[in-house]
């Protein structure tokens, strides 16, 4: 069963959930580890791994899933939990960073799994680096397979492997004081190994020697996590149109917050396209309110393992997950929302609170039955359910993304996002779901709150939803996914009632139950 936190199964420093059963890191562990308390919270917040390598609750569904991943496995140990992470610093010469990938690629091609971290300097011509990974699909069925036209291939160009390198450009003063310890924190492999540039001159048997990762990231500075700095990671897929305004307007969030006056922006470029505008409109937020940032290239891993990487590579004390289409509101109310996520996620009165959604909620039990949505025409949140400040806030068992505000230390304590929910490049529909109903089975507590921001702005049809195939299949998984979850959680969670009627059960359980008391307790309190 699953496990509550204080008594979770250490297994090293991963974080598996397999089936109906969870194993998190352990902070008295970490401390006997480190050797001090401080040194837990590095543990805590530096060793969790990656989220679970199995895709499937039970071999019942992995036998029926109909939308398995093209390599037919239920494990996704190759790309996800590599043996060795091979990071690049120091390169300003794309030509040297492509020849060290071949290289890393021929001296491995039969030894194990690894991935390439490449750490661009200022001066690297980072677009002709990505145009040397990347492959078409080659497929030009447009009614079918449009959406995948022009996609990046899990295939090779001169050995170099696209689908196993990031590229990593850091700007303005990185929190983390070096880009390279950006690269050792986002690093998924058991072994890390650097190779800088004079390590071409040397012959293939010389390669640099592999450390295991755990142990560099205990030699890094163990004032690891900034209690005075926010994240806003955004996942980022061919919208070109929102890039000035989003990058804009995150900036401003610098010094809004007495509690996080530094703000830090990592985006994940899933599509490998808009290189010149992000890195523009960052360098410019860089100068103009003195933010940290970072883009991230990546082959088409899709949201579930881009948020997952980027909350490694974080250095914020929260982390504020974003999509590409949600559009942060001008400076005065993006003031009072750091503000309500301060108030909801530092202070003590809201005992348990993990995750803050600014999208949806919905509860399926008790007097409380309903969807409760901040989007314009949709049913909001009850006026009577208010936090402490008087600003609207309640309870939810389902959380919806889009986005969501968390406490990084319990985002990577309780084992991220399930990685099992998408294969690589496709929909991870119900992750959110997943996420925030583990929060409450191990006992945390999720809610949602109105965060003013402008969803779906782009005005155009992406992603998942821009061509009739793709959208069925979205449809699909979501339809598998949500078995995903009802299975893993049966017993604790029970559809109790109809949110569209908003009739429920009068005694509900499980996590109906939990979320029922919660939001009782908030109503007393503001009573």
């Known amino acids: 069963m699953l496990q509550p ?4 199964h250490l297994e090293g ?16 562990s970490a401390a006997a580890l480190f050797g001090n308390a401080q040194g837990a919270r590095c543990a805590t917040n530096l060793l969790a791994a990656a989220a679970a390598e199995t895709r499937y609750p039970n071999k019942v569904l992995a036998l029926r899933d109909m939308e398995k991943c093209d390599c037919g496995k239920t494990t996704c140990k190759t790309y996800d939990n590599p043996t060795a992470t091979y990071i690049l610093p120091g390169y300003r010469n794309s030509s040297s960073a492509l020849r060290a990938i071949n290289l890393i690629q021929t001296t491995n091609a039969r030894r194990d799994d690894h991935e390439n971290v ?34 990046l291939a899990v295939g090779k160009v001169g050995g170099a492997y696209l689908e196993r390198t990031t590229v990593v450009e850091t700007f303005g003063d990185p929190l983390n004081k070096r880009p390279v310890d950006v690269a050792l924190r986002f690093a998924s492999g058991k072994f890390v190994a650097f190779v800088p540039s004079r390590a071409l001159s040397r012959p293939k048997e010389q390669m640099p020697p592999r450390r295991l990762r755990r142990q560099l990231l205990r030699t890094m ?48 470029n899933d599509g490998l396209t808009d290189r010149d505008a992000w890195a523009h409109q960052l360098l410019l937020a860089t100068k103009r309110s003195g933010v940290s940032a970072a883009i991230f290239h ?3 891993i899709h949201e579930v393992r881009a948020y997952n990487r980027m909350a490694r590579a974080a250095t914020g004390s929260h982390i504020v997950f974003m999509q590409d289409d949600d559009v942060p509101p001008p400076p005065p109310v993006l003031r009072h929302v750091l503000g309500q996520i301060t108030h909801l996620l530092c202070t003590r009165q809201y005992r348990g609170l993990a995750l803050v959604g600014g999208l949806s909620g919905t509860i399926e039990g008790g007097p ?28 939810a068992p389902l959380v919806n993304m889009g986005p969501f505000a968390v406490d990084r230390s319990i985002f990577l304590k309780v084992g991220m996002f399930h990685q099992g929910y998408s294969c690589r490049g496709e929909p991870g529909i119900q992750f959110d ?9 191990l006992g945390y507590r999720a809610g949602i709150m109105d965060f003013k921001m402008g969803y779906q702005a782009s005005g155009q049809a992406s992603g998942t939803r821009a061509n009739r195939f793709m959208y069925h299949k979205r449809k699909r998984i979501d339809t598998r996914n949500q078995a995903f979850y009802s299975r893993m959680y049966s017993g604790f969670y029970k559809i109790q ?6 009739r429920g059960t009068n005694n509900p359980t499980g996590v109906q139950k939990l979320a029922t008391d919660a939001n009782r307790e908030l109503l007393r309190r503001i009573g």
Not at 497 to 502: A, F, M, S
Request: glycine residues 8%; hydrophobic residues 35%.
């Open 298 to 300: 990546s082959g088409n």
């Open 497 to 502: 009632g109809d949110y569209h009627t908003r």
């Open 118 to 151: 490449v750490v661009a300097l200022p001066g690297m011509n980072v677009n002709k680096l990505l145009q040397s990974l990347e492959v078409p699909w080659g497929i030009q069925d447009r009614e079918k397979d449009g959406y995948l036209a022009g996609q």
């Open 433 to 441: 779901f997943e996420f925030s109903l583990r929060l409450w089975k």
């Open 368 to 395: 409380y039955t309903g969807k409760y949505s901040t989007r314009p025409g949709r049913r909001p949140i009850p006026p009577n359910f208010k936090d402490k400040t008087g600003r609207k806030f309640m309870y």
């Open 221 to 268: 500075d163990k004032t690891c996590e900034a209690r005075s700095t926010i994240t806003f990671i955004v996942e980022y897929f061919r919208r070109p149109k929102l890039i000035n305004i989003i990058a804009r307007r995150l900036s401003f969030a610098a010094g809004l917050s007495r509690r996080f006056p530094k703000v830090e922006i990592l985006v994940n």
């Open 5 to 8: 936190p204080g008594q979770a």
């Open 13 to 28: 420093s991963s974080s598996t959930i397999t089936g109906r059963s969870l194993a998190v890191s352990s902070s008295s």
